[in-house]
């Protein structure tokens, strides 16, 4: 089993900044992508960035250039650095590992982004 934990979640004014991290544990062999995930409510979860155990990096369209993904899968560690944020933003994020195939999940962090 993979075990996530996410921190770095909060209240944030439009403009802001916030810094989300994900560590690792468990049984770490064997995963090849990580990222992060978010879900407001009435929305489906979707995807916010990964990045995979040779560092390529992927972006949803309506984050490219605010946010970025970084951290080291052999570290045990990634980190969302969410910057220029926008009340359309606010959702649970959850880290997110593929290892095998298989999705592990954290148990997600609220970002709220309110004046």
């Known amino acids: 089993q993979v075990q996530l934990v996410e921190s770095g979640g909060g209240l944030v004014q439009p403009g802001g900044s916030l810094r989300l991290s994900c560590a690792v544990s468990g049984s770490i062999f064997g995963i090849n992508s990580m990222g992060w995930f978010r879900q407001a409510p009435g929305k489906q979860r979707e995807l916010v960035a990964r990045?995979?155990?040779?560092?390529?990096?992927d972006y949803a369209d309506s984050v490219k250039g605010r946010f970025t993904i970084s951290g080291n899968i052999a570290r045990y560690t990634v980190f969302l650095q969410m910057n220029s944020l926008k009340p359309e933003d606010t959702a649970i994020y959850y880290c997110n590992a593929v290892r095998w195939g298989s999705n592990f999940w954290g148990q997600g962090t609220q970002v709220t982004v309110s004046s």
């Open positions: 990045i995979s155990s040779d560092s390529f990096t």
